[in-house]
């Protein structure tokens, strides 16, 4: 049998009961996650350009546009849901392949929710066996696809779209073949939109595809039958060298859900070693916002590369300035996302740290470990080596600090009390008879009665 | 300048008055032979799948979908356009770089034309400009890109349709640098869906995500300003090697819209050359249907590789059986639509003369040219060379052979006097005050008035 029938033999026929528990909680902890970025970016100006754009283009709007008020046809909503979770470059990665996983598969699933009944179980089965189909497909052309130019997380993601929702919509083996063909030959995104808000549109546009792909499979449209394989398909078009086997190799057995990993900070993840070093030594020595004088970094020399920005005044480029993390970590002892604002990177506390920091490019520095140097106000010099980030795989979040960040993001949208009962819905999404309810609660509050045009849940099956 | 923004400026700049006659005549009939098209394969099941399931998505129906009674959103009607335009391989071809340039271009103009008011002028316009920018990016990675196994027609239609719709919506340049870039970051379709309908996809999903990319662009949603040549960009991520030169090269003085052919048989490309000489034969030697004992061709060796099939019973085998071909030729004097039924293949007559053709591959012959030797009943030998096939570049169909070309789509949808109508307003489009005078012209009468569900053209603004 092809790759793709394999692959669309163990999506159709895989049930729940299959998938051991260790999976099941790491499939919550990548939803959990998930729903804190789209919460966290829903408000993002290229959220607000997209529906103020496409809304006018809605079909009946059968579905709830996560953190938003607005509802649109579960298309248009997998689309926007794809960009708010993805804007702040904040959602998971799994590091075998660089992809970003779980928007496109999730951005699908809850808009396919929010317009159809599903129960917590099988939405948890549709999430775990797309995710598991698209990084799958992304092993077997790392890394010559990536390095080629290509967004994998958009090239991946129509196919965990397209098998996750239709797993849900029930396609026959054939029907799936058909819906990965048709996956395949939507795969886009080029690393070249990298830095602008058609970068968050990958994942938006691949859910949105790969929910078209499995509608258009389950009525017969008819696709290449070797969508993967075959001498023309995605592999073998998209990447210089590939290795099919990745696709079959322990399937059913081995689950990339244990090799997801979830950022800390929302700013470049080659800076994430030295804020963690940076929000230690504050913890450890309780340090006074006035307590540093100045800071010397070793780091891996791509730092040097990508984030040696020092002279900035905007929130946005303090994202990929390692001395504003080492600042923020070592003033406020955090980096969330009110310590990359405007404001923030212009707190006078902030400023006199970051210009009083250096940092040197140090090949024998790897890029999950920085050393650091702090010299205090007191004389005193403290120094700290991080060997392994936190949120690597050899150091994951726990589901407290998953907590932790998902309230970092969500205030920005949510009320404290609403956040909390969000947060508790995420975690027990499987339980649910109707997933739709973690949809509705992450609407804020004051648009969901009253607001002109809303669609009430109620009528959402009319 | 970039060439990504050179090309913007120009298709944001240039006028009709620059465009040459001769051009704007080229124009016209590639407008000829795509309405033909989309008439002609509008009622095929591929269309029939796509509405069934898409329709239910649909925003408001402003847009009429050509030859069908439905409207849809102008977005899904592009779509739709675009598959029934080119799923029967009847469109148009530019030879060099193999692409079908007019359906991801008209497909979208005519949906957008459909749902907002054009005139014939600014139609033409934008057409030669989406058709120029498309086809130079075509040119500049073909033929790598192509080799490679991307289907050509789908990665840079979807550069002509946001050029096209871009012009219509008035981007600026930089504007149309976002829409190209989100274009490119669109651009996908592989060929291992040859022989499904995905193939047909293609340029419908181009048409309509150009679309969409220009009115994200237009609305102020960011894209990479070097879509194109940018070193993460469309040319150097989907091509070997690639010559940018060859977009900027003469712009505004060379057009591809003089070297666009037209097909003059509904089948593969290869057969072309023996079905023209036995159309001749039949035509000078007035062959009645059982004068034909034997037929003898020698043909390039492609077309050995490629259609090779004698023993069929099926109108779509018909497409790639160069004995079929060169039967109907002599039985009937003609190769039409009507002509690939499964009723043709089984005519008593084209299935003995078909039974009684052998071919050989011979290296001296092109793929432009055939040699035809055939032996009749009476024991006369006739024999044929062509030199060119008709439809070449060489030797281009005529606007009166386009016209039987549309006549002989045409009657699947539309009766005579319909047909005849809407041919004329296609020839006249650039003197239309509304162009969607042409796309109501192309529904058929008895579905216009009265059927369930439709929204009429009056209502199309409201």
Chains 1, 2 share one sequence.
């Not at 960009?83 to 809850?110: C, E, G, M, R, W």
Request: negative net charge; glycine residues 8%; proline residues 5%.
């Amino acid at each position: 049998m092809s790759e793709t029938r394999i692959l669309a033999s163990y999506v159709t026929d895989t049930r729940l009961e299959d998938i051991p528990q260790d999976v099941r909680h790491e499939a919550r902890r990548a939803i959990v996650n998930f729903m804190g970025c789209a919460v966290g970016g829903s408000a993002h100006p290229a959220v607000d350009i997209a529906i103020r754009t496409l809304g006018p283009f809605s079909g009946p709007p059968t579905a709830t546009v996560l953190g938003r008020s607005e509802r649109l046809d579960p298309l248009h909503a997998s689309l926007m849901n794809g960009i708010s979770s993805h804007v702040y470059d904040y959602d998971d990665t799994t590091p075998k392949n660089y992809s970003h996983p779980t928007s496109p598969v999730a951005s699908a699933l809850f808009s396919y929710a929010s317009a159809n009944r599903v129960s917590g179980r099988d939405f948890m089965l549709a999430f775990i066996l797309g995710f598991e189909a698209e990084s799958r497909v992304a092993n077997a052309v790392y890394p010559a696809h990536y390095d080629a130019g290509w967004h994998i997380t958009g090239t991946s993601g129509v196919f965990g779209a397209a098998t996750a929702v239709g797993r849900l919509l029930g396609l026959s083996v054939q029907q799936m073949v058909w819906a990965i063909g048709l996956a395949a030959t939507q795969a886009a995104g080029l690393r070249e939109m990298f830095g602008s808000m058609a970068k968050s549109f990958h994942p938006g546009r691949s859910a949105q595809n790969g929910y078209v792909a499995a509608l258009l499979a389950k009525e017969g449209f008819t696709a290449g039958e070797h969508g993967i394989e075959g001498p023309r398909g995605f592999a073998a078009v998209q990447a210089a060298a590939y290795d099919l086997s990745k696709i079959t190799a322990r399937l059913g057995v081995d689950f990339d859900l244990r090799a997801n990993t979830y950022k800390p900070f929302p700013c470049g993840i080659v800076n994430h070693p030295t804020i963690d070093g940076c929000i230690q030594l504050h913890d450890e020595h309780r340090l006074a916002p006035d307590a540093v004088r100045a800071v010397r970094l070793r780091v891996a020399p791509l730092v040097m590369d990508l984030c040696n920005q020092q002279n900035i005044t905007k929130g946005l480029q303090g994202k990929f300035s390692v001395y504003h993390g080492a600042a923020v970590g070592l003033v406020r002892g955090r980096a969330g996302m009110k310590d990359y604002t405007d404001e923030a990177v212009n707190d006078p506390h902030v400023k006199r740290v970051r210009e009083h920091a250096t940092a040197v490019g140090d090949p024998s520095v790897t890029e999950d470990q920085a050393r650091i140097e702090v010299e205090l106000a007191d004389g005193r010099v403290l120094t700290k080596f991080v060997e392994q980030s936190l949120g690597n795989l050899g150091r994951p979040l726990s589901d407290r600090q998953l907590d932790d960040k998902f309230r970092d993001q969500g205030v920005l949208a949510l009320p404290d009390e609403d956040l909390e009962s969000l947060i508790k819905l995420c975690w027990r999404i499987d339980d649910l008879d109707d997933v739709n309810e973690v949809v509705a609660a992450s609407v804020p509050r004051a648009t969901k009665a009253g607001a002109p045009g809303l669609v009430t849940p109620a009528s959402r099956r009319a």
